[in-house]
């Protein structure tokens, strides 16, 4: 049917046309979803987020959290996207960070707007501009569905 090679390439794909994940946790046998701006980069999604927010304070606590990425569809044949859980640690300065941050502006060139022409854009001048933080989600499992190859298609991926 479709190889590994294949479905790697088809995921890979799809996470690098979109923009936006939608992250989900739960607390008190209640769940909650937010979207977040993403970059994947080095086998994990990297975003900014507020740390204060639901969905980080929830996920700091219970240690998990899933994620969704798709695009938009009109039609049942149209309904792909990657399904995943894992984890999401906040991180510190250092080399992945500015790493991370570099492929993020580039994916995102309007975050440059937000700040002075020469400006450094590093961890330390986003949590100053915005009062976010930078997270990372490492995902323990992914998923790849794609209605496109045959309903109801799904199987796991590695990245």
């Known amino acids: 049917m479709i190889d590994n090679q294949e479905l790697k390439k088809l995921a890979l794909e799809l996470i690098n ?19 977040v701006y993403y970059v994947f980069y080095k086998s994990a999604f990297f975003f900014f987020s507020n740390p204060s927010s639901r969905h980080i304070s929830e996920t700091m606590q219970s240690k998990q959290a899933a994620a969704a990425i798709y695009p938009y ?34 994916k995102f060139a309007f975050t440059k ?11 330390e001048n986003f949590i100053k501009q915005f ?7 490492d995902p323990q499992i992914i998923y ?16």
């Open 144 to 159: 790849y569905l794609d209605n496109q190859i045959k309903f109801g298609f799904r199987e796991e991926v590695t990245l």
């Open 73 to 106: 569809a009109d039609t049942w044949q149209g309904i792909k996207g990657i399904q995943m859980s894992g984890r999401i640690r906040q991180l510190a300065p250092g080399v992945t960070a500015i790493q991370a941050i570099r492929a993020y502006t580039r």
């Open 113 to 123: 707007e937000f700040f002075e022409p020469g400006q450094t854009l590093n961890l």
């Open 17 to 35: 046309r979109q923009s936006t994940m939608t992250l989900a946790t739960a607390r008190d046998n209640t769940a909650w979803t937010a979207p």
């Open 131 to 137: 009062k976010v933080r930078f997270y990372r989600l």
